[in-house]
């Protein structure tokens, strides 16, 4: 296959960032991500996805992430998908955006997918990868994309799934358990907001 193309565009946030370097790289995040250099360094070479799946195991926290190289480009978002990522494959140019607007104005104005629009009308969003036009995919939640620029390769593979499955423990190390949890998740956001006001809305129901 030919060399693969890569091009880029994010729209601005208070929550992420962008980097170009001098030699065509971009490292562009959003949200909590302290395994950055890790995957940095996972892609410095020949990229196993299986060591990328463990460090995105890793790395419960809200984020996404798109690091482009020389040799390889590499997209992934977290568990829930809160920072949603867009690309598209066209003419053997992946195109990348955090924005499915942004991702338009880069390969022009794609035909509308009226079996997705049906789907919103039905349901109030599009199901799976799919967006509401051809050529414009949505990265889910718990997975990644690796792209192989010299050879023009591009794979998904999914590093977290939800399967939940019966607990056969007794109640109080459960207790115990989804304590320390909630301590942890705590703790974690108060050091991520970094003395930053930490603003907690409150239902108007009946709770």
């Known amino acids: 296959m030919a060399e693969l193309n890569i091009q880029t565009s994010f729209e601005a946030s208070r929550m992420g960032r962008c980097i170009n370097g001098p030699d065509g790289s971009v490292i562009f995040t959003h949200g909590e991500l302290n395994s950055l250099d890790s995957l940095k360094a996972a892609l410095a070479n020949s990229p196993d996805p299986r060591t990328i799946s463990d460090i995105l195991k890793q790395t419960p926290t809200t984020f996404a992430v798109v690091i482009v190289t020389r040799s390889h480009a590499f997209l992934a978002t977290d568990r829930i998908c809160s920072v949603p990522l867009f690309f598209s494959v066209v003419n053997n140019t992946l195109s990348v955006s955090n924005s499915a607007s942004s991702l338009i104005d880069l390969i022009g104005a794609p035909k509308i997918l009226w079996g997705s629009v049906a789907e919103y009308l039905l349901s109030g969003y599009v199901h799976g990868e799919k967006t509401l036009y051809k050529n414009v995919t949505s990265l889910q939640p718990g997975f990644f994309l690796l792209a192989n620029r010299r050879y023009g390769s591009i794979s998904q593979s999914q590093y977290f799934s939800y399967r939940p499955a019966p607990v056969y423990r007794n109640r109080k190390s459960l207790i115990q358990e989804f ?17 930053r006001p930490i603003v907690v809305p409150l239902s108007g129901g009946l709770d």
């Open 179 to 195: 304590d320390d949890l909630i301590d942890l998740a705590i703790k974690r956001t108060i050091s991520y907001a970094n003395g």
